[in-house]
């Protein structure tokens, strides 16, 4: 009997230590100053928290944020070319969401990053942030 008790403790102790560890988040650490939502996005996106913005990089004319979503909404992909109609927000109740656009840019987002390197074409804007699809046209 003692010997089984020894085993299940040793068991307990060994997946305490291992714990669950969850990858790291884009909202990890503090906000920046460059992680502040131009006001031009903050009032385009109801179901996100503007105050939680984190700024994840420009591309094809475009400044991407992420923002914590709200009620269902986990996350939101932000995103402004610095005017009032190419400002707007794609919120995913889970671990991802891919945005299109008008002009053929796609982007995708993984909330617990990337497990692989972007393909030929695409582009690596963030940890969390990708560049699927090149603007077309523009």
Not at 15 to 32: A, H, I, N, T
Not at 60 to 85: H, M, P
Request: glycine share 12%; charged share 20%.
């Amino acid at each position: 009997m003692k010997r089984f008790v020894s085993a299940g403790a040793a068991t307990v102790v060994l997946l305490s230590l291992s714990g669950c560890v969850s990858p790291p988040s884009p909202f990890d650490g503090e906000r920046k100053a460059s992680d502040q939502l131009p006001a031009v996005v903050s009032e385009v996106i109801p179901t996100g928290d503007a105050s939680s913005s984190r700024y994840q990089g420009k591309a094809d004319g475009r400044e991407l944020y992420l923002v914590k979503g709200k009620g269902d909404y986990q996350f939101c992909l932000a995103y402004t070319d610095g005017t009032k109609d190419g400002s707007g927000a794609s919120c995913s109740g889970g671990p991802w969401v891919k945005v299109t656009f008008p002009d053929q840019a796609e982007f995708e987002v993984q909330l617990h990053g990337f497990a692989d390197k972007p393909a030929d074409g695409q582009k690596q804007v963030s940890k969390w942030v990708r560049q699927t699809a090149p603007a077309r046209g523009t």
